[in-house]
């Protein structure tokens, strides 16, 4: 068995009554990046706090690396490093005081030479004295991740890690992911931005109202995000797609009143080019003409509407 | 046994006393030494001896109860709510260790800082009135016992507060009141009986009456009443611990 995080029927109805996880079945691989991309209140958090043990669930089971994670909470956790969405720290410690306390907290020795490496690694060593409240939003969110890093988790959670972060600290912290997973930790990453999904994660899942509607590879599903619609409205209807046309991504609908070609935005050519060109020289007329993008939005949809 | 947690916990709590010294060690002693200066000196020279002990030795164990009882809670109430008011205590929860070990760095620390308190503010007495300990075991077994049951109790009130109102409503509004009423300033043997009974209804009566006796031997109950109701009340406020952690309530969503 390689999945190192297994999600069974997870469901969470919160004390308000409202549902915000509904029977969600999903395997984390080891080793790999996955993220999770869901617009806001889509159950993201929810999700990630039941598994860190923030959260009790209503329903379902999880297990890492098939140990259940309230039964065998101890040897559980001790594997977790959790990176909050929301900011939240020790306003009165020093940098070195709160991250030594973590590592302590997740029932490790000390170890102040992993605790310097994590510190440089994230730009705060210079700060390691500073009191957390002098620090700013940016530096904040660094000491959060040092935390998460003190007792050297085997799997990273990073809730929202970019969100309201500046360059510098989007770089630094990718670089930081690049090379823990290079050391064979498994990273789970939430976004509601799919620039972030595709620049970093192995596997994509999608969740919306509290449901796992998809669980992709990234290539394939940015291949899918990626695709275009070229609607030509005809003068005339056609019976068939002309013969003599070098694209093959088309399509005749609406009773031949309509063509659509689909293309990909990303390739180095398009190719509407030469279709308008063939069409004109097929002597084909038409009317009107409007393109349309498949979003994550519709993708959204689609999936919601079709797993109704 | 998560060791090293528990150690980071006591330790972090032992700093944050460090860092407000004078909010936690300063400000007792001094309101102690002012009730020394006022109830010891000035208004106890008028007042006879109490079954042969100075009016202002007398007082001596009731005042370190005053301040024991109330750091304690202070001190362990906001403990851990201050961790659930600013966020942090998702990493307390997401952490592997067990409630027992969380009430153990919590409340260790805050009873520990509440005996060190305690003996300072013994430490001050004695400067102002000479001392003499009857039985220094039984002395430090009630202190140990009170700053444990108290910071428990403290714990309690932090996990169940939603609001820094509630964090002070029961010490203000309870303990306060049942301190000054509970002997510290007089023995309850000189009340009127009726007063003498409604006395007995209030715990912290027993807390002080042992307290005293392990100094001057004069107690208002029984010393086995005192001991067994400190227990009772430890006792009950560790069930409280345990059941709200085995529901999560006010913890864990
Ligand atoms: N403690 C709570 N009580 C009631 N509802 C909650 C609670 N926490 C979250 N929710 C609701 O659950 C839904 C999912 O929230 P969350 O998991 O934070 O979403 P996301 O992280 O994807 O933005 C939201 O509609 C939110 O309002
Ligand atoms: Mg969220």
């Not at chain 1, 706090?49 to 999880?62: E, K, T």
């Not at chain 2, 109830?39 to 030795?57: C, D, L, M, T």
């Not at chain 2, 007495?125 to 039984?138: K, N, R």
């Amino acid at each position: 068995m390689n999945a190192i995080v297994s999600i069974r029927n997870l469901s969470k109805t919160y004390a308000t009554g409202f549902e915000a996880l509904k029977r969600v079945d999903l395997d984390i691989q080891r080793g790999e990046i996955f993220a999770l991309l869901g617009p806001n209140g889509a159950g993201k958090t929810t999700l990630i706090n039941i598994v860190c043990g923030i959260v009790n669930g209503s329903g379902g089971h999880v297990a890492i690396d098939g140990r259940d994670i309230i039964r065998d909470y101890r040897v559980v956790r001790a594997m977790i490093g959790l990176v909050p969405q929301e900011l939240a720290t020790d306003m009165f410690e020093t940098v070195w005081n709160t991250v030594s306390f973590s590592r302590g907290l997740f029932g490790k020795p000390a170890n102040p030479a992993h605790i310097e490496k994590v510190l440089r690694d994230l730009s705060l060593w210079d700060k390691r004295d500073n009191k957390i409240m002098t620090l700013s939003g940016g530096m904040k969110r660094r000491v959060l991740i040092a935390k998460a890093l003190s007792h050297e988790p085997t799997i990273l959670f990073l809730d929202e890690p970019t969100a309201g972060v500046d360059v510098e600290l989007r770089k630094d912290m990718w670089e930081v992911v690049r090379s823990l997973r290079a050391a064979g930790v498994t990273i789970i990453l939430t976004t509601h931005y799919i620039e972030e999904a595709e620049e970093m994660a192995d596997r994509v899942g999608v969740i919306a109202k509290g449901e796992l509607i998809l669980v992709e590879d990234k290539t394939e599903l940015m291949a899918k995000l990626g695709k275009k619609k070229l609607v030509l409205e005809l003068q005339s209807r056609l019976s068939e797609i002309p013969t003599g046309l070098t694209t093959h991504n088309l399509e005749l609908t609406e009773a031949g009143s309509k063509l659509v070609y689909t293309y990909d935005t990303k390739a180095e050519r398009t190719g509407i080019t030469v279709l308008l060109n063939e069409l004109r020289a097929a002597g084909i007329v038409f009317k009107d003409l409007t393109t349309t993008q498949s979003s994550l939005e519709d993708i959204f949809v689609d999936l919601v509407r079709n797993s109704k | 046994m998560n060791l090293h947690g528990v150690a980071a916990i006591y330790r972090f709590e032992m700093g944050r006393a460090r860092r407000t010294l004078m909010q936690s060690i300063v400000s007792p002693v001094l309101s102690t030494a002012l009730y020394f200066v006022v109830f010891g000196s000035a208004i106890g020279g008028r007042i006879p001896e109490i079954e042969g002990v100075s009016y202002g030795a007398f007082i001596v164990p009731g005042l370190i109860m005053l301040s024991l009882l109330t750091q304690s809670i202070a001190n362990a109430s906001f403990g851990i709510y201050f961790p659930r008011f600013t966020g942090t205590i998702y990493e307390l929860l997401s952490a592997p260790i067990s409630p027992l070990e969380i009430v153990l760095g919590y409340v260790g620390a805050a009873a520990s800082k509440s005996m060190i308190l305690g003996l300072i503010i013994l430490a001050t007495a004695s400067l102002f009135v000479p001392l003499h300990i009857a039985h220094p075991v039984w002395m430090l077994t009630f202190l140990v016992l009170t700053c444990v049951a108290f910071s428990l109790f403290g714990f309690l009130i932090g996990l169940w507060a939603d609001g820094f109102e509630k964090l002070q409503l029961i010490p203000l509004l309870i303990i306060t009141p049942l301190t000054f009423l509970g002997g510290t300033f007089y023995s309850v043997k000189m009340l009127p009986p009726f007063w003498q009974t409604v006395s007995l209804f209030n715990p912290v009566v027993y807390l002080i009456s042992g307290f005293r006796w392990s100094f001057f031997e004069l107690s208002d109950v029984s010393v086995g009443l005192s001991l067994a109701l400190t227990l009772a009340f430890l006792g009950l406020c560790m069930i409280a611990v345990w059941w709200i952690f085995k529901t999560g309530y006010r913890l864990r969503t």
